[in-house]
Each structure stands twice: as structure tokens, then as C-alpha cells.
């Protein structure tokens, strides 16, 4: 992904974003009716927007920030809803901005190692296509490796995502050690002069220890071919978990070392608002987000735009 605007500007996406945001923008927007009034905000009317943003999922990190924020601020033409909607978005994007970081393929020497990792049923693997799929736009090569050897079925579902996007695979049996495919993957694609190696894992988030064990034994075998790899290890997260979503960054970061997060299924909840939590207590680069199962919905994201999405400025 390159930070061309056309990619995160244009028309058809900003339909889906809308579309996807709009539980999230609804929610936002109910919670914050009726702080209205006069030219600046009361110590009654800035808990209200407090309690409002958190009930919104912002959590109290930037709930309090854009509460501070705003009681520095003067509504020169009076506050209303559209007004209030406004200077909230503005805190939201200022919040966004400095972790909107598309993933760049920059590695030399190639390939480029990203390791993707997430809770199951986070969007891993359709991540991963649709990740694929948009370096596939800026004429990478693509190679996948999956990781994911726990379900014959993840193995299945990662190779018809790669036939349909008519790209290389490197899978073994069900069961298998991720790390001998992984090393298979990083030769073929070093081999192949391949741009990019994205690596599919597993999330057994249930048994912490054996989850780290196979982390860091995929980093490990990585690290033997390309010292610099894995370049990239990107959490998933799916935003219907709302807070869970942020303890999850919290346990990836001590077994992995995260480097980035891409939010998925920020369609189909009301709790997008994580999305603004997730940066402001983290701090780490949001890569893309998700806001649908199809192969281009995912993007990276334009933050004043989702700013003002999320806070219901544009509808
Ligand atoms: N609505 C929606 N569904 C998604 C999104 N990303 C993934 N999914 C769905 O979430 C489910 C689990 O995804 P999968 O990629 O298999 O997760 P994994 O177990 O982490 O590999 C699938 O049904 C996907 O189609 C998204 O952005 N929006
Ligand atoms: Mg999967």
C-alpha cells in the first residue's frame, strides 16, 4: 500500500465507509444529543460528552482528552449539534492522524515478511487476501504462506483465496510446523525475487504459552534466512469486541512484538469507536481497516475523513 490518496478518496470507498461507519456514527451521535447551548461547554455538559464518548467505545484516555480539549474551546456561533459534532471530530482525527500508516513495501532485500496474527475469527485470512489483493493493484508480487496449519480448513480457505487471486502458495499438511513452512515460503519467495511474503498464523489465544512457543519459533526460522524478518507482524482485530479488542493488544504485544494493527468488521457494529482507543492508548501504526467481506474492502484509511465519519460530520 502506498498513502495515494485515490485509494482511500474515492468515491465507491467512501460509500462503504459510510456504510460501515454508520452504527458507530449513530451511536456516537445519540449519545452526544443535547449538549447544546451557549458558547462554551458547562462542567455538567463536558462529563455528558465524557460519559458519551466512552459509552461510544473511545474509551477514558481520549474521552478525557477530547474533553480537555473542548473545555478550552468557545463556540463563537453557539453550540449545537453539528457544531459539537465538528469539534469532536476535529479531536478524533488529531487523535487518528499520526497512527494512519499504510504498510509499505520497502524491504530490500526482498521479499518483504509480514507476519499476520490475531485471535481466530479475527478476518486473518481474508485480511491477508485483501491485503494481496491491494499489493497485487500496485504491481507487487505476492506470495502467501499459511501458517495455520491448526484447521485443515484455514489451510483451504487461504488456497482459494490465493487460486482466485492467482497467486502463489506455500501450505503443508494439517498439523504441520508452521515453522517448516515458513522457512519452505521465505525461500521460494526469496528464490522467486517475490515482493512481498504474507504469512498466515494461527490464534490459540487460549493456550498463551503454546501460542508464544509457535510465535516465536515462526520468528526464529524467519530470522535465520532474513535477519530483518519478519518485517512487518501485524495484529488483526476485530472491532465488534470492542474493549476485549484493546486487551488483545496488550497479550499479541508481549507474545509478538506488534508492529501494526488493522481493524476489521468495523461494519456491522456499533463499536467502531475502539478504532479511536486503540490509538490513543497505543500509539501503534493502524495500517488499513476493514469494513466489509468482500476482497476491497479493505483500506488504508484517510483519518479526517473517519474522523468525521465516526462522529457523524459527514452522513
Ligand atoms: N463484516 C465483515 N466481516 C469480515 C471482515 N473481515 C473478515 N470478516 C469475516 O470474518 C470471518 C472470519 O474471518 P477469517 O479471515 O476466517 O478470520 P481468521 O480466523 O482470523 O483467519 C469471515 O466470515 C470473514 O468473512 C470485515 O471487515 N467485515
Ligand atoms: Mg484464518
Redesign the pocket.
Known sequence: MTSDNSASTDAGWTDRLLGGLRKTSERLTENLAGITGATRLSDTQLDDLEDALILSDLGPSAASRIREKLATGRFEKGLDEAALAEAVAAEIAAILRPVAKPLEIVAFPRPQVILVI?V????????IAKLAHLFQEQDYSVMLAAG?TFRAA?IG?LKVWAERLGIEIVTGPEGGDPASIVFDAVKAATDKGIDTLIVDTA?RLQNKRELMDELAKVRRVLGRLNPEAPHDVVL?LDATNGQNALQQIEIFKEVAGVTGLIM?????TARGGVLVAAAEQYGLPIHAI????KID??RPFDPDLVAKVIAGVVR
Do not use: F, H, M, P
Request: aromatic content about 0%.
Open positions: 490475531g481466530n475469527g479475527s478476518g486473518k485470512t481474508t485480511t495455520d484455514a480457505q490464534g488483526v476489521t468488521k468495523l461494519d456491522g476493514g469494513v466489509g467481506e474492502d479493505l
